[in-house]
């Protein structure tokens, strides 16, 4: 089975920093992505790791453990605009085929 | 060009209309996905094409039937749906399925069954 699970929703203060964390259990594993989705909007991608270890990306960053099926998110120095869902999300194999399938989200709200 | 576009933004029918909902990119990539986003859930994939071809249709009912006419398009043909499939529906794409970039999303079509 598939199980991907993140907090459902944090709060933070702007200029703050934020760990927003994800654990999965998955068939296969081939990658996880981090995404942004406004409200009403789509999804844009953050972040990628593939390998375990931390990737930084301006105010962003993502870390991977896979022996520990565990990453999370961190966001630097919040700002308003930061206030968003924040998608995790794993690429499986299914059949030959890749397929991306997403946990739950977490709703970040950030105050002044 | 690094959108994708999908039209239309906003969709209402009846249970017993036809439509379709259309995606198009023009970055090269050679995968596509339909996927379906309820209010405050995150996005349930549906289908997937690789190279044109259906390569995973994640149990989907038969009243939603996809299609790849090329590497661009990707429509979504609706017919006979229920209030219950009332979402967002999100096309993406990828260079490949094995791509480090992530997926790319279109805005969307809001469909709402009356």
């Known amino acids: 089975g598939q199980n991907i699970d993140q907090p459902t929703e944090m709060t933070a203060t702007e200029g703050a920093i934020v760990q927003i964390n994800c654990t999965y259990q998955?068939?296969?594993?081939?990658?996880l992505f981090w995404y942004q989705q406004h409200a009403g909007e789509a999804p844009t991608f953050l972040s990628y790791?593939?390998?375990?270890g931390l990737e930084e990306k301006g105010r962003f960053s993502s870390f991977l453990s896979r022996s520990k099926g565990y990453s999370y998110l961190l966001l630097k120095e919040l700002q308003m605009k930061d206030s968003a869902s924040y998608l995790c999300?794993?690429?499986?194999?299914?059949?030959?085929?890749?397929?991306?399938?997403f946990g739950s989200g977490t709703r970040l709200l950030v105050r002044p | 060009d690094t959108e994708v576009t999908q039209t239309p933004k906003h969709l209402v029918m009846g249970m017993t209309n036809k439509k379709s909902l259309k995606c198009e990119q023009h970055?090269?990539?050679?995968?596509m996905y339909w996927y379906k986003q309820k209010a405050k859930k995150p996005p349930e994939l549906m289908f997937v094409?690789?190279?044109?071809?259906?390569?995973i249709n994640e149990s989907v009912p038969s009243r939603f039937s996809p299609e790849c006419p090329n590497s661009s398009l990707l429509n979504l043909h609706l017919h006979a749906l229920q209030p219950e499939d009332s979402a967002l529906y999100l096309c993406?794409?990828?260079?490949?399925?094995?791509?480090?970039?992530?997926?790319?999303f279109g805005s969307g079509t809001r469909l709402t069954v009356v």
């Open positions: 790791n593939v390998l375990d």
């Open positions: 094409y690789s190279y044109e071809k259906l390569s």
């Open positions: 998955t068939s296969g594993f081939n990658g």
């Open positions: 993406a794409s990828s260079p490949s399925g094995t791509s480090q970039v992530g997926y790319t």
């Open positions: 999300a794993v690429r499986d194999l299914e059949d030959s085929s890749y397929k991306l399938i």
């Open positions: 970055m090269g990539h050679r995968a």
